[in-house]
T-cell receptor, first 113, second 116 residues
Framework: GQQLNQSPQSMFIQEGEDVSMNCTSS?????WLWYKQDPGEGPVLLIA?????ELTSNGRLTAQFGITRKDSFLNISASIPSDVGIYFCAGQLGETSGSRLTFGEGTQLTVNP | GAVVSQHPSRVICKSGTSVKIECRSL??????MFWYRQFPKKSLMLMATSNEGSKATYEQGVEKDKFLINHASLTLSTLTVTSAHPEDSSFYIC????????????FGPGTRLTVT
């Protein structure tokens, strides 16, 4: 089946620094999604990408859908303490509401004030 | 928009009893709902997919008689863990899809189940 490799597994940064994380897949996806999960909570959708090559921003977050459709990255600029959490990428092959997600293993982000 | 709730947020039950977890889409009609299980420091593992009025589709290795899923309406799905055992203790998260015809999944806040 499809697998997603997400890196890095964890990051420890200083407040104000920029962060970059990425996901690669052995096969293509038609949609890439980035979620953030706080401890004891469900994942929250940050950015959804629908077209190869698409670059989308949401505040300090920027994500891109790789042109090969097998990768995506997420950048966070000027990190703040509330950025702490686990970030998951997810790929979706189908384009219907019943399409399952394939998740990466997550990137644990720690921001030191 | 796209708010999903779960109830209860935490539950402790004795071994051998059954527990029901509710998942509701509060401001949209969810064509499809998904149930996930998450172990500590791990990613989300899909258990089953359900469409309103249809039987759920379970992932390989998930016992359908143990994890009963009912999707009676476009805003409510329930997961019942039957005859729970300590190894069923986990964080269960639902998601809903179908907002304005789109297909992104929006997640509930999760339910922490502890079986003693």
């Amino acid at each position: 089946g499809q697998q997603l490799n997400q890196s890095p597994q964890s990051m420890f940064i200083q407040e104000g620094e920029d962060v970059s994380m990425n996901c690669t897949s052995s096969s293509i996806f038609n949609t890439w999604l980035w979620y953030k999960q706080d401890p004891g909570e469900g994942p929250v959708l940050l950015i959804a990408l629908y077209k190869a090559g698409e670059l989308t921003s949401n505040g300090r977050l920027t994500a891109q859908f790789g042109i090969t459709r097998k990768d995506s990255f997420l950048n966070i600029s000027a990190s703040i303490p509330s950025d702490v959490g686990i970030y998951f990428c997810a790929g979706q092959l189908g384009e219907t509401s019943g399409s399952r997600l394939t998740f990466g293993e997550g990137t644990q982000l720690t921001v030191n004030p | 928009g796209a708010v999903v709730s779960q109830h209860p947020s935490r539950v402790i039950c004795k071994s051998g009893t059954s527990v029901k977890i509710e998942c509701r889409s509060l401001d949209f009609q969810a064509t499809t709902m998904f149930w996930y299980r998450q172990f500590p420091k791990k990613s989300l593992m899909l258990m089953a997919t359900s469409n309103e009025g249809s039987k759920a589709t379970y992932e390989q290795g998930v016992e359908k008689d143990k994890f009963l899923i009912n999707h009676a309406s476009l805003t409510l799905s329930t997961l019942t863990v039957t005859s729970a055992h300590p190894e069923d203790s986990s964080f269960y998260i639902c998601s809903a899809s179908g907002v304005r015809g789109a297909y992104e999944q929006y997640f509930g806040p999760g339910t922490r189940l502890t079986v003693t």
